[in-house]
């Protein structure tokens, strides 16, 4: 079953956030993520880390539901890192064509490492 | 070792206490009778056609029967075979006496049996002779003197008779509707009903509904009559006649699959009747009902020639006794069931029979009372029944058409059979409906929380959050919406029959109200109510359109004040909403309605499953991530079998999409999921089945596709759903859907590489 999210990582700086998958992302998984991240953009992140360290399955929908926050993200000019992915999940990834649309980055603290970046640079440029 | 319970003895009932199903809370009511405390308390049992009321009435006859020193139960049912009114009335007495006599004694082998009323002075108790004396006198008197009138009434005091030496008895007049067919000076009708209400004793007069009362009260009303208590009795409820089908086929040894049981429920109304005749049929015949081809064909073969043919033949025999009345009554009965709606105006009945106003009343009369055809002033509508309508098609190729018999049974088997799954896919999405009318039936002038009829609110409040949380939210929540009172809700499709274009009655329903308790003319309003078909989140396109549709329904109506509500299961897009609001619709999704429903007190119902099994297989319950479970069972089998790590994870993964796709796509009304994983040497084949629609597999194949660049919004949108089959292709070696009679199954295949 997936895991109940109690409360997500706290922002790690003032622009970037940390949110976990859990271990089944599914619909119901997929839409807390989906609106932690709106929650996260709307009180001005602008680079998200979605980490699935513990993930064990992801479905379609909820490769859907993403799918739908690396829209809300590009939209809103933030942008979002995958960490800790499985190689089976970046399988399923590769084929649903999600790697072409967001980074993905091995551990949570590499994530972090290229958003710290991103977030660096003045928007506009 | 569990006590043997022995079995109940049968006296006149067919089918064994046990096996009766679906009457517990009718036969309590019965027997209640015989108890002293129900007093002289009648009752008249409106019957709907074969819906098993005589059976009810012999289950309770044996169950008081049994009951050793209580009332004595007496079951008579009148039959056209007694042609006159005398001729009933004798045969009642005699049945009378002899049940009395065979109860009394503890004798049931006497109740079959056909003793003079002379005869039956000899056995009977030293007790009650006198009275059965001087009743069997006044009778042969009667007889004497050829005094109908009399003759009747000494007859039916009988039950008086034993009243007044203290001798209780329950009176079930089973078919007190023929009583209008006998001949004679006297309506028996009446008399029967005087009788019920005059004797002191319980009496149960059974019919069939739409007779009853007009032939007990006659031509002139009978005080006391108004006063006896009404019980109906419909066709069996669907859990009921799929017990009963179960029931009868264990009991005649034949073989039933559980598609065939759903289809012969579906298919045969949930008539007692109609299943017992086709289960007898195919133990007759030596015939197996697993598939829905053997059923048909039994079905077929019934229509054409057996019980069931039989049924409908003597009805229409009954109406039309002359073979060229009988033709007419069929051609018109057929035209007009080919009609929209089945109806036709009453000018062409009359000429298609070519009978005078009078006979055309007894007709009208009496399909009206067999519920083969309605009367309504200017047009006749004939029922819209399945098995009556099959009768009435091949009944008028065969008879009217003269075509050839075996390309009528040909056709008609086709017919079925290609009807078959379409009819089971009506079914669940009856049952997968929302029931909307249910619903709104329940405003009472509840305040609710605003969120539950505002998508965008509740979407903004509790997407994603924990069901007891959104609970907890709605109790804070301050913003409230007042319903209205709900006075009358039914199918919009029964308001304006044109919406039936658009979707399933029970999905559009139309509820009047009001929304103050002083039920003003300013405060009627109604709601219509409508289930909008989205896979997603429905867009302003959709809403508008259903919002139009609705508008329409009550401009043609004549609503005045009206409150458009729109239900999509997974809610509506933001420009929807927006929508909703600007013309001031409601707008939810199917957890709202959960929500919603609870508050108003409803209690959710999820029926339990069997379990069966001789290889690896598991049945699973829709929902609730339940296809983890199969994913963890099938991750276990994987490993035994040393498939790579790699491999148990795509097998996983299909599974789980295959899981999601028979939960989406079959509308199953039992919820379940069957898998089963068959291991061999070198594979493993895992099938995924669900009962309900079945799914074309190109519809699953459709929108496989993963580049939002070349899509619109909503195509991109679309196509990020319907991925489970691509999916399930890509990490599956071999898979492919079968449609089985009642659903869909796919079986998919991975190979061992070691």
Same mark, same amino acid.
């Given at each position: 079953m997936s895991e109940p999210f109690n409360g997500f990582a706290p922002a790690v700086a003032a622009d970037i956030a940390v949110v976990h998958a859990g271990d089944y992302v599914n619909k119901l998984s997929g839409q807390r993520i989906e609106r932690e991240c709106i929650s996260r953009i709307e009180s001005g992140c602008r680079a998200l880390v979605i980490d699935f360290k513990g993930t064990e399955l992801v479905n379609s929908i909820g490769v859907s539901i993403l799918l739908g926050v690396i829209d809300i993200a590009e939209a809103a000019g933030a942008r979002i890192v995958f960490s800790n992915v499985s190689r089976h999940t970046v399988k399923l990834f590769e084929l649903l064509g999600l790697t072409r649309l967001v980074a993905l980055a091995d551990s949570e603290e590499a994530a972090l490492a290229t958003l710290k970046e991103f977030v660096a640079t003045p928007q506009g440029h | 070792m569990p006590a043997k319970t022995p079995k109940a003895r049968r006296i006149l009932a067919r089918t064994a206490p046990e096996m009766f199903v679906g009457r517990g809370d009718a036969l309590r009511e019965l027997t209640a009778l015989a108890s002293p405390k129900a007093g002289h308390q009648s009752l008249v049992l409106l019957s709907a056609p074969q819906a098993g009321v005589s059976e009810l009435l012999r289950q309770t006859f044996d169950e008081l029967f049994r009951q050793r020193g209580g009332a004595s139960p007496i079951y008579f049912a009148f039959a056209r075979t007694d042609h006159v009114a005398t001729a009933a009335a004798r045969r009642f007495l005699h049945t009378f006496l002899t049940q009395l006599v065979a109860h009394r004694r503890d004798d049931p082998a006497l109740v079959p049996a056909s003793p003079t009323l002379r005869a039956l002075l000899d056995l009977v108790a030293p007790s009650d002779y006198e009275w059965v004396e001087s009743l069997v006198q006044k009778f042969e008197r009667a007889v004497g003197d050829a005094d109908e009138r009399a003759l009747v009434r000494v007859c039916l005091s009988a039950p008086q008779a034993a009243a007044s030496r203290g001798v209780r008895t329950v009176v079930m007049l089973d078919d007190v509707h023929l009583s209008e067919r006998l001949r004679g000076?006297?309506?028996?009708?009446?008399?029967?009903?005087?009788?019920?209400?005059?004797?002191?004793?319980?009496?149960?007069?059974?019919?069939?509904?739409?007779?009853?009362?007009?032939?007990?009260?006659?031509?002139?009303?009978?005080?006391?009559?108004?006063?006896?208590?009404?019980?109906?009795?419909?066709?069996?409820?669907?859990?009921?006649?799929?017990?009963?089908?179960?029931?009868?086929?264990?009991?005649?040894?034949?073989?039933?699959?559980?598609?065939?049981?759903?289809?012969?429920?579906?298919?045969?109304?949930?008539?007692?009747?109609?299943? %017992?005749?086709?289960?007898?049929?195919?133990?007759?015949?030596?015939?197996?009902?697993?598939? $829905?081809?053997? $059923?048909?064909?039994?079905?077929?073969?019934?229509?054409?020639?057996?019980?069931?043919?039989?049924?409908?033949?003597?009805v229409l025999e009954e109406i039309a006794p002359s073979i060229a009345n009988r033709r007419n009554l069929l051609r018109v009965l057929h035209e007009s069931a080919s009609n929209v709606g089945g109806k036709s105006p009453v000018e062409v009945w009359m000429k298609r029979l070519g009978v005078d106003a009078i006979e055309f009343e007894r007709v009208m009369r009496l399909l009206h009372m067999h519920e083969l055809a309605s009367f309504h002033a200017t047009f006749v509508e004939t029922t819209p029944g399945v098995v009556w309508r099959d009768f009435l098609q091949a009944g008028y190729r065969l008879q009217v058409a003269a075509e050839p018999r075996?390309?009528?049974?040909?056709?008609?088997?086709?017919?079925?059979?290609?009807?078959?799954?379409?009819?089971?896919?009506?079914?669940?999405?009856?049952?997968?409906?929302?029931?909307?009318?249910?619903?709104?039936?329940?405003?009472?002038?509840?305040?609710?929380?605003?969120?539950?009829?505002?998508?965008?609110?509740?979407?903004?409040?509790?997407?994603?959050?924990?069901?007891?949380?959104? /609970?907890?939210?709605?109790?804070?929540?301050?913003?409230?919406?007042?319903?209205?009172?709900?006075?009358?809700?039914?199918?919009?499709?029964? $308001?304006?029959?044109?919406?039936?274009? $658009?979707?399933?009655?029970?999905?559009?329903?139309?509820?009047?109200?009001?929304?103050?308790?002083?039920?003003?003319?300013?405060?009627?309003?109604?709601?219509?109510?409508?289930?909008?078909?989205?896979?997603?989140?429905?867009?302003?396109?959709?809403?508008?359109?259903?919002?139009?549709?609705?508008?329409?329904?009550?401009?043609?109506?004549?609503? /005045?004040?009206?409150?458009?509500?729109?239900?999509?299961?997974?809610?509506?897009?933001?420009?929807?909403?927006?929508?909703?609001?600007?013309? /001031?619709?409601?707008?939810?999704c199917r957890e709202q309605l959960e929500l919603l429903s609870a508050r108003l007190g409803q209690a959710s119902e999820e029926g339990a499953g069997e379990k069966a099994a001789d290889e690896f297989a598991m049945e699973l319950p829709m929902g609730e991530d339940t296809e983890l479970i199969a994913a963890h069972t099938v991750e276990q089998i994987a490993r035994r079998m040393e498939?790579?790590?790699?491999?148990?994870?795509?097998?996983?993964?299909?599974?789980?999409?295959?899981?999601? +796709?028979?939960?989406?796509? %079959?509308?199953?009304?039992?919820?379940?999921?069957? +898998?089963?994983?068959?291991?061999?040497?070198?594979?493993?084949?895992?099938?995924?089945?669900?009962?309900?629609?079945?799914?074309?597999?190109?519809?699953?194949?459709?929108?496989?596709?993963?580049?939002? +660049?070349?899509?619109?919004?909503?195509?991109?949108?679309?196509?990020?759903?319907?991925?489970?089959?691509?999916?399930?292709?890509?990490?599956?070696?071999?898979?492919?859907?079968?449609?089985?009679?009642?659903?869909?199954?796919?079986?998919?295949?991975?190979?061992?590489?070691?």
């Open positions: - | 000076e006297i309506e028996l009708g009446p008399e029967v009903a005087h009788a019920a209400v005059q004797a002191g004793v319980p009496f149960v007069l059974a019919g069939l509904r739409r007779r009853m009362l007009d032939i007990l009260n006659g031509t002139a009303s009978l005080v006391g009559l108004d006063g006896l208590r009404k019980l109906h009795l419909d066709r069996l409820n669907e859990r009921d006649a799929r017990t009963l089908v179960e029931n009868l086929a264990q009991r005649h040894g034949v073989a039933l699959g559980d598609e065939t049981r759903d289809l012969a429920v579906e298919q045969l109304e949930s008539s007692p009747y109609l299943m %017992s005749a086709l289960v007898e049929a195919a133990r007759d015949g030596e015939v197996q009902l697993t598939s $829905f081809r053997e $059923f048909q064909s039994l079905y077929v073969d019934e229509l054409l020639g057996g019980r069931i043919h039989r049924r409908y033949t003597g075996a390309l009528v049974v040909a056709d008609t088997l086709v017919e079925t059979l290609k009807r078959a799954p379409r009819q089971m896919a009506r079914h669940y999405r009856r049952e997968s409906a929302l029931k909307l009318g249910d619903l709104m039936r329940r405003f009472d002038f509840e305040r609710v929380p605003a969120s539950l009829l505002h998508y965008d609110r509740y979407a903004r409040l509790y997407r994603g959050v924990a069901r007891d949380e959104v /609970e907890s939210g709605l109790e804070a929540e301050t913003e409230l919406v007042r319903l209205p009172q709900i006075v009358h809700a039914a199918s919009c499709a029964s $308001f304006h029959p044109p919406m039936l274009q $658009f979707c399933d009655e029970e999905r559009c329903s139309v509820a009047h109200g009001f929304d103050t308790t002083s039920y003003a003319e300013a405060d009627e309003v109604v709601w219509i109510a409508a289930e909008v078909e989205s896979k997603l989140e429905a867009g302003r396109a959709l809403a508008e359109l259903w919002l139009d549709r609705l508008e329409g329904v009550a401009h043609a109506c004549g609503f /005045e004040r009206v409150r458009f509500w729109l239900i999509s299961r997974e809610g509506f897009s933001a420009d929807a909403a927006e929508l909703l609001n600007e013309r /001031e619709a409601f707008g939810s498939f790579q790590p790699e491999a148990i994870n795509q097998i996983k993964t299909a599974l789980v999409e295959a899981c999601i +796709n028979a939960s989406e796509h %079959s509308l199953s009304t039992e919820r379940k999921i069957y +898998n089963r994983f068959r291991v061999e040497d070198d594979k493993l084949v895992i099938t995924v089945s669900s009962r309900g629609v079945a799914v074309p597999a190109i519809l699953s194949e459709n929108g496989a596709h993963a580049d939002r +660049n070349g899509l619109g919004t909503n195509e991109a949108t679309k196509g990020r759903r319907g991925w489970g089959l691509k999916l399930i292709r890509t990490l599956m070696d071999d898979v492919e859907f079968e449609r089985v009679d009642d659903g869909t199954r796919l079986r998919m295949t991975k190979y061992l590489r070691k």
